[in-house]
C-alpha cells in the first residue's frame, strides 16, 4: 500500500467519524511532531458552518491534514483563513507555506502519540504559547532546528 493510499484510508475512516492514529514523516513539523517517531490523532473536522458537537470550529494554530495545491498531503498548522482560503505551514518550515480551501481538510490532528505510547494533547494552553512563540522566531528559525537537529 503507497502512503496515498494509507492516507485515503484513514481520511474515509475519520470521515465515518473514526478517531484515526497516523504515524507521521519528515521534519516539517519539527520541534512539536517528531517524523518518524511520533503519531498524530486525526479527528473529523468541523464542516463549515457547522460545527460538530463539541468540536470548535477550525481555526488559526490547529494542525490540519490537508490535500494541498492539488497535489499531496499534508500534516501541517494553519496561519490564516480567509473566507475559504487556508494557508498552511509546517513548524519545521523555514519560509514555505501550502494553499487549500476549507474543504480539503480532511482532518484536525487532537493529540501526538509519542514513541513510548503516550498521549500528548496538542491544544494546551502550553503547548499553543510554544507554537505562538516558535511562529514569532522564524527568523532564526534555522539555526534552532540545527541546534535541536543536533541534540
Known amino acids: 500500500m503507497t502512503d496515498n493510499e494509507i492516507i485515503e484510508e484513514a481520511i474515509r475512516l475519520v470521515e465515518e467519524g473514526v478517531s484515526v492514529t497516523l504515524p507521521v514523516n519528515g521534519r516539517s513539523m519539527l520541534p512539536f511532531i517528531i517524523g518518524g517517531r511520533e503519531s498524530v490523532i486525526l479527528q473529523q473536522p468541523p464542516t463549515q458552518g457547522e460545527p460538530r458537537q463539541n468540536a470548535a470550529p477550525l481555526k488559526v494554530g490547529d494542525v490540519v491534514l490537508a490535500w494541498v495545491e492539488g497535489n499531496r498531503y499534508v500534516v501541517h498548522r494553519i496561519i490564516r483563513i480567509d473566507g475559504n482560503r487556508v494557508t ?64
Do not use: F
Open 88 to 151: 498552511l505551514m509546517g513548524d519545521g518550515n523555514l519560509v514555505g507555506t501550502e494553499h487549500c480551501s476549507l474543504s480539503d481538510i480532511k482532518a484536525r490532528a487532537t493529540h501526538v502519540v509519542d514513541s513510548r505510547e503516550r498521549t500528548h494533547d496538542l491544544y494546551t494552553s502550553r503547548r499553543m504559547l510554544g507554537a505562538r512563540l516558535w511562529w514569532h522566531l522564524r527568523p532564526i528559525r534555522r539555526y534552532l532546528l540545527a541546534i535541536y537537529r543536533r541534540l
